[in-house]
């Protein structure tokens, strides 16, 4: 396996990157009202559901928020570690410091965003929020690079066991 990814792949989860981080900053410039009305939605798909769970009513569209703020961090987070692997298959954790710093530079920045758009703030429990999403979202994909270097391993290491049978099996 070689230490590098195609360009190809680097420069797809570059963008995928650089969209996630775009999609989270154009979320945060919207007015309160239009924020709200498209949360709405999933808020009345979820009410019942996070019901079942004790969760009141009314704590439901922050709820909705919140969740809504986790996982599109966990996914910018998913997307910076992926830029990371491409750069480094073998220890994509290498570049770990750097993936959780610009995850943290773009929830500080997301909630900057925030106090300047009309009926929104920007809180430090949601840059909290938002970087344990970073914080998830990159540790999914260490574990799942891991698992993935790992099978590949055993693959490869199996196809050498049995060309080696039956080399022997010749001699």
């Known amino acids: 396996m070689t230490n590098r990814a195609s360009t190809r792949f680097r420069v797809i989860f570059m963008i995928l990157s650089?969209?996630?981080i775009a999609f989270a900053f154009v979320h945060s410039m919207m007015p309160a009202s239009v924020s709200s009305a498209e949360s709405n939605g999933f808020v009345m798909i979820l009410?019942?559901?996070l019901?079942?769970?004790g969760v009141a009513p009314e704590a439901v569209p922050g709820v909705v928020r919140k969740l809504a703020h986790y996982t599109e961090f966990s996914v910018i987070g998913a997307m910076l570690t992926s830029c990371a692997y491409?750069?480094?298959r073998i220890k994509p954790y290498r570049y770990l410091v750097q993936v959780l710093f610009v995850g943290l530079l773009t929830a500080v920045?997301?909630?900057t965003i925030q106090l300047f758009s009309e009926?929104?703030?920007g809180l430090i429990v949601d840059v909290w929020i938002d970087f344990s999403g970073v914080l998830t979202g990159t540790a999914v994909m260490l574990l799942f690079y891991t698992i993935y270097k790992h099978a590949k391993n055993l693959t490869v290491n199996e196809g050498l066991d049995e060309r080696n049978k039956g080399n022997a099996t010749r001699k």
């Open 109 to 111: 920045t997301d909630e």
């Open 119 to 121: 009926g929104r703030a």
């Open 51 to 53: 019901q079942v769970f």
């Open 47 to 49: 009410r019942n559901f």
């Open 18 to 20: 650089g969209l996630s």
């Open 86 to 88: 491409s750069f480094d």
